[in-house]
C-alpha cells in the first residue's frame, strides 16, 4: 500500500502483509533506534530515506530514553 512518510512527506510503498518484500527490512536498526522510531512515529511507518537517516544519526544511537 502506498503510505506518505511523517518525517519527511515523502511517498513509498509499505508491505506489512510481505514484510521481507518491504523496502525497510534492508535498514538494520539498533534497540534504541527502534524505541525512537517507535517512540517519534508509531503506529506510521517511516521510508527507507529516513529509516537510513535515523540509523546514521550519531545523536539518536546514544539516546537512553
Not at 31 to 37: D, F, L, N
Not at 46 to 52: G, H, I, M, R, V
Amino acid at each position: 500500500m502506498e503510505k506518505i512518510c511523517p518525517r519527511c512527506g515523502a511517498s513509498f510503498i509499505c508491505q506489512p502483509e510481505n514484510i521481507t518484500g518491504c523496502q525497510c527490512v534492508t535498514v538494520k536498526l539498533n534497540s534504541i533506534q527502534r524505541e525512537y522510531v517507535k517512540k517519534h512515529y508509531f503506529p506510521n511507518c517511516l521510508c527507507k530515506s529516513c529509516l537510513e537517516e535515523i540509523k546514521r544519526d550519531s545523536s539518536i544511537s546514544k539516546q537512553t530514553s
